[in-house]
């Protein structure tokens, strides 16, 4: 079975500072892995996947996250935190050998950065 | 290329009456998924449609819940005698065809308020 845990419900950053966001996951076989953001009474966003290859994925808006498969993680970072990155964010997983299947999400994590 | 949309974007019912809720994914995308989110928690996966076919209701609650993605027109969610638990947001999500590794697509949701 296939999961995700996203350890922090909140993650507080002062603006300017770098942000990181945690996420690990489980998977029976190689993870494909998706980070999406949620900004209030709005659909989710995609940001970026991990699928193959370099082991560190840069996405929308200046994000990037590390994929480390010995930590089984996936955590997502941003070398500089703006107001506007205040939101919602969701980690999830797909096995790579599952198919067109549904991504399984974590609870999600607050972020909110303060000027 | 239009997104996914969904409407309506925010359903008041009573309890006991019906809740239709509506998706059309974007354009060339034959996948289909819904997923509700409770306040404060993450999305949780309800069913995955192909045209004509429900692929996936693992998540589909036994009573009162039915989906369909015609061949012509957009997938429905349809909540029979809703009670106030299923007060949530509901998303839908669609990608491409053989795409396991390619992201979902997220519309902007329908609110559904039982009073």
């Known amino acids: 079975a296939q999961s995700v845990a996203q350890p922090e419900d909140q993650v507080n950053v002062a603006e300017g500072n770098p942000l990181t966001v945690k996420c690990t996951y489980s998977?029976?076989?190689?993870?494909?892995l998706f980070w999406y953001v949620q900004y209030p009474n709005r659909g989710l966003q995609f940001l970026l996947k991990y699928i193959t290859g370099d082991n560190l994925v840069k996405g929308s808006y200046g994000f990037e996250a590390e994929f480390n498969k010995s930590q089984t993680s996936f955590h997502l970072k941003k070398p500089s935190a703006l107001v506007s990155d205040s939101a919602l964010y969701f980690c999830?997983?797909?096995?790579?050998?599952?198919?067109?299947?549904?991504?399984?999400f974590g609870k999600g994590t607050r972020l909110s950065v303060i000027a | 290329n239009a997104g996914v949309m969904q409407n309506p974007r925010h359903l008041v019912r009573r309890r006991g009456q019906e809740a239709r809720l509506r998706c059309s994914p974007m354009k060339g995308h034959s996948h289909v998924y819904w997923y509700r989110q409770l306040p404060e928690e993450g999305l949780k996966f309800m069913v995955y449609?192909?045209?004509?076919?429900?692929?996936?209701e693992s998540g589909m609650p036994k009573e009162r819940f039915s989906a369909e993605f015609p061949k012509e027109g957009p997938s429905i969610l349809r909540i029979q005698q809703v009670v106030r638990g299923d007060s949530a947001a509901y998303f839908c999500?669609?990608?491409?065809?053989?795409?396991?590794?390619?992201?979902?697509?997220f519309g902007p949701g329908t609110r559904l308020t039982v009073l």
């Open positions: 999500a669609s990608s491409p065809r053989d795409s396991s590794y390619n992201e979902q697509f």
């Open positions: 449609l192909q045209k004509e076919n429900i692929i996936d």
């Open positions: 999830a997983v797909r096995d790579m050998l599952s198919g067109n299947t549904p991504l399984v």
């Open positions: 998977v029976s076989g190689n993870p494909y």
